[in-house]
C-alpha cells in the first residue's frame, strides 16, 4: 500500500521540479530585485514607480486596449460557437480552420500584418487601386487592437464552443417546450449555462493582451508604450533589472485583481484558469 | 368514440436516406394513456417529437383539438414534455426550474408561487425548492421534470422514455406514481419506451412499432394475450413462436403434433405461426401420443423455474412454479385456448419488417 502511494507521489516528480526551477524560484528572485535596490538594499521605490506618469499612462492605455479586443473577440467568438454547436459532428472543418493560424509563429503572424497594414501595404494597394481612401491605422492603437484580436481569437472560441457543445440539446429543447422563444432562450438558459466557457475565453485573452508587449512593439511601431513595453525596456533598454521586476509585480497583481473579479461571476469554478 | 385530441395523419419522415416514419396513422383520445412502444430506431421518439413540434414530418398531417398544428412552434403547442434525462436547467435551482414555464407566460407571483408548492407535492418533493438540481437523485430530478412540465397545464404531457435512466426498484416506483399522476391530473399522457413491462403495467393503449410501421395498436390485455404477428408476440414478453400447420378449424400442427385450438377462418393445411407463452406450457408425464421431450436447462428465477425442453425439433420455453429436473423426460400439453395462431407475413417486405429487430 505505501509503496504504491509512494509510487503515485513519484509521478508527480518531475512536474514539482519544473514548478520549483521554472516558476516558483524565478518569482521569488522577481520578488526579490523588485523590493531591493540595485546595490541590495531594500526600497519600496520600483514599486512606486508605477505611479509614474509615464507607467500609469501605459497601464491605463493596456488596460483599455486589451479590455477592448477581449470585448470584441467574445462578439466575434460567441456567434461562431452557435454556429460551431448547431453543425454539430459536421464542424471539425472549420473549428481546425480557426485554430490553424495558431500553428504558426506568433511573430510571424503579427509582422505579416505589419505589411498588410502599412501605407504602402498590400491592402492600402489593393484599395487605392480601386479607387477607394486607404486605411491608415498602422502605428495606432486601432492596429494594436486588431493585432491582438487577430492573435487571441481562437483562445476564445474553444472554451466557448467547448461549453456550448456541453448544453444538452434536449435542455434547449425544454426551454422551447415551455413556452421560450429563440431570445428568451438564449438569455435564460443558453447564456447563463455558458459562463464558465465565457470566463476561460476571457481569462485566456485578457492577461495576453494586458501583458503584451510584441504586438504593439510591431503594430505600434513603439510609438505607443503599452505597460508590457515599458517592463520590456527596463529589461532591455534600461538594464534596470530591480524597476523592471517591481512594475512586473505590480502588473501580476492587476492580473490577478482581475481574475479575482471575474471569478465572482464564475459560482461553479468551472471556468477558472487559476 | 368522440373526437381525437391528437390525430396523426400519412406522417411520413426520412432521416438521410433512412425511412423513418412511413405513412403513420395514428389517433390519441383525450385522458388517455398511450405508450409507443417498440426497440430502438423504430420511429417511437420521432413520433413524439413531431407531435412535440422539434421535429418537422416531411409529409402527413397533425391535428389537435381538429385544428392542423404542423407548423406551430414548440413554443407555441399546447403540450409540454418529459425529456430523457430529465433536461432540467441545471444553473437554476429547482423551484425556478418549475417557474421557468410560468415566468414565461408572465404569471403574477403569488399564482406561481402556489404553482410550485402545488407541484412539489404533487411529486411528494415538498421542501425541495431552494436546491440545485445536481444535488438531488436520478428520480428526484426525474420527478422535478414532471413538475416543471405540469404546471403549465398542458392537455397532453409527452413523456420520451422518462424512466430510462433509472434503476430497476426506482423504475418501478415510479410506474406507480406515473399512474396516479395521470388519474389525479386528467390529461392525456403520451409515453415512449422500449420497455415492455413499463408499458403493460402503465397503458390505457399501447402501440406497437417497428421500422416506423405500427404492427399492432390495442390495450395491454389484447397486446399480450392476441399478438397479431411474430413481431409483437417475440417483443411483448418471453414467447415459443413456432412454425405450424392449420389442418382445418379448431386444429393446429406443430412439431408433428395435433393440437386442439380456438381458432378458426385459417382455412385447410396453411402454414401459420404459433405463439405459446412460456407460462401456458404444461409439463406432465410422457404421453404416448403427445408431444414428449427432455428439459435441457433449469435456472430458478424467483417467482418460478426457467426451463428449456427440447421437444419434437424446437426448444420450448417453459416458466413453471413446480420444478423437473435436467434430462428428465416430460410430455408438453397446452389448453386450447392459450394456442395463438398469426398467418405468416404475406410478404417478404412485411417478413422483413416482422423479423427486423
Known sequence: ?274 | MSAPLIDLVGITKQFDDTLVLDDLNLSIQENEFMTLLGPSGCGKTTTLRIIGGFTQADKGQLFFEGKEISGVPPHKRQLNTVFQKYALFSHLNIEENIAFGLKIKKKSRQYIKDKIDYALKLVNLDGYGKRMPDQLSGGQQQRIAIARAIVNEPKVLLLDEPLGALDLKLRQDMQYELIRLKNELGITFIYVTHDQEEALTMSDKIVVMNQGYIQQMGTPEQIYNEPENAFVADFIGDSNIIDGTMIQDLVVEICGVRLPCIDTGFGRNKPVDVVIRPEDVELTLPTPDGLNGVVSHLIFKGVHYEMEVEAGGFTWLVHSTSLSPVGSKVGISVRPENIQIMNKPASEDEEAIANDE
Open chain 1, 1 to 274: 500500500m505505501m509503496s504504491k502511494r509512494l509510487g503515485k507521489q513519484l509521478l508527480a516528480g518531475p512536474f514539482l521540479l519544473w514548478m520549483v526551477a521554472f516558476t516558483i524560484i524565478p518569482l521569488i528572485l522577481m520578488g526579490i530585485k523588485g523590493f531591493t535596490t540595485a546595490d541590495g538594499a531594500f526600497t519600496l521605490e520600483n514599486i512606486l514607480a508605477m505611479g509614474s506618469e509615464m507607467n500609469i499612462q501605459a497601464l491605463i492605455l493596456s488596460l483599455q486596449l486589451s479590455l477592448m479586443s477581449t470585448v470584441i473577440c467574445l462578439l466575434l467568438a460567441y456567434p461562431l460557437a452557435m454556429i460551431l454547436r448547431k453543425m454539430g459532428d459536421s464542424n471539425s472543418v472549420i473549428v481546425f480552420l480557426f485554430v490553424l493560424p495558431m500553428w504558426m509563429n506568433f511573430l510571424l503572424r503579427t509582422i505579416a500584418w505589419q505589411s498588410l497594414l502599412e501605407k504602402e501595404g498590400v491592402i492600402n494597394g489593393i484599395l487605392t487601386a480601386l479607387h477607394l481612401p486607404t486605411i491608415d491605422i498602422i502605428n495606432t492603437p486601432a492596429a494594436i487592437v486588431l493585432g491582438m484580436v487577430y492573435n487571441f481569437l481562437p483562445f476564445m472560441i474553444l472554451p466557448l464552443y467547448n461549453c456550448l457543445a456541453k448544453i444538452d440539446d434536449n435542455v434547449v429543447n425544454a426551454a422551447h417546450d415551455l413556452g421560450a422563444n429563440w431570445l428568451q432562450t438564449f438569455v435564460r438558459v443558453i447564456l447563463p449555462l455558458s459562463v464558465p466557457g465565457i470566463i476561460s475565453g476571457v481569462t485566456m485573452v485578457f492577461v495576453p493582451a494586458l501583458t503584451t508587449f510584441v504586438i504593439s512593439d510591431i503594430l505600434g511601431g513603439s510609438k505607443i508604450l503599452l505597460i508590457g513595453n515599458i517592463i520590456e525596456q527596463q529589461f532591455t533598454v534600461s538594464y534596470d533589472w530591480n524597476t523592471g521586476a517591481g512594475l512586473s509585480i505590480v502588473l501580476m497583481i492587476f492580473v490577478l485583481l482581475s481574475m479575482a473579479l471575474i471569478n465572482i461571476f464564475d459560482k461553479d469554478g468551472e471556468g477558472t484558469v487559476l
